[in-house]
């Protein structure tokens, strides 16, 4: 029983971060020039978009096995 309170704990934590964010963030660094002594970079940020159906399915899943994973006395 405690396993499935986690695990549904976790799953509705993580459908609520995918509703509130829409996707992860991460910065990259490029060469821009690279001529002989001089190098210029350049940071350039990167999204890696996370539909809104997947938050959708991780909070209906915790929520389930909130409500179905209790064991009947």
Do not use: H
């Not at 001089?38 to 409500?67: H, S, Y």
């Amino acid at each position: 029983m405690r396993t499935t309170l986690i695990l549904a704990i976790i799953l509705i934590g993580i459908g609520i971060a995918a509703f509130a964010y829409q996707g992860i963030s991460y910065t990259t660094r490029e060469k821009v020039v690279d001529i002989g002594p001089i190098e210029m970079t350049a940071d350039k940020t990167r999204t890696i978009p996370l539909p809104p159906i997947v938050g959708g399915i991780a909070l209906a899943g915790g929520i389930a096995l909130l409500v179905f994973g209790r064991k009947k006395d």
